[in-house]
């Protein structure tokens, strides 16, 4: 089986190699990892996968997950990104299925992020699927969880108490609020609608600038919040499914190193290509702090509070 391996040294180390993902897992030492994030093949008949019935599509993934957990640090977490499966429009929630797998090698499940976003497939005789989900493991209770990192803005960091020994004070964290479970992609800056000012991570489409030739490629941004979270400078994340880097790439423009395994050539070709652009500082990627919502400069309660200044 080929092999690619590439060292670059100004970035933190990597391993990204063209293999078969429980192989590769099998050559990793035991804790070595602090988080595994992936997005495993959905079963629905892509060129990179063998489509089979929703019980042995299950099961063949269950000595990978043995091996995923062996690897995992004692403070380690696994990021498992999943949608549906479609079988002559009926709907398989694919997180349910491998939920019972993960709780009997004893992980402990944290959230279900619902990933939302506003592309994709139109249905005609139901309604049109438009979001995927995480499910968040931890091997222990004593696990990575670096909430500082990934705080959004509040949409009213002026607001205050109003009743109570707090009364008058401010109440919200001048860091930014919990992202909560629902990663939303909206369209904020076109519409002057409050609820909809929800964290933005849009799914790659053809206009998005991190596209490749993957079908079902995900954003950097979204493996981006998984690695600033759940993981420390120096540590280890690796991606037995990496298509194209996009989890590469996140752990290492944030000082983590990265391991990532892919059976097809073309896609670790397009992640090394990518690889090197981000050692260029000519690599494209969506900011993961990009801005979504201005406040109107007449909206008190909207405004950072001088307090915070």
Known sequence: MSQIMLELCALPSYRYECADALEFSRSINDGAVKLVITSPPYNIGKSYETRTNIEDYIKNFEPLISELVRILADEGSICWQVGNF?????????DIYFYPMFKRLGLKLRNRIIWHFGHGLHCTKRFSGRYENILWFTKSDSYTFNLDAVRVPS???????FKGTKRGTLSGNPKGKNPEDVWEMTLSRLYDDWEAEIWDIPNVKNNHPEKTEHPCQYPVELAERCVLALTDEGDTVYDPFAGVGSSLIAALKNGRKA??????????????ERIRRLQEGTLITRPIYKEIYEPSPTDKIAQKPSEWE
């Not at 479609?86 to 694919?94: M, S, T």
């Not at 949409?155 to 108490?161: H, Q, S, V």
């Open 155 to 161: 949409k009213y960091p002026g607001k205050k108490y």
């Open 259 to 272: 391991m990532g395994s892919e059976k097809e050539k073309s896609f670790v070709d397009s992640g090394l």
């Open 86 to 94: 479609v079988d002559d429009g009926e709907v398989f929630p694919l």
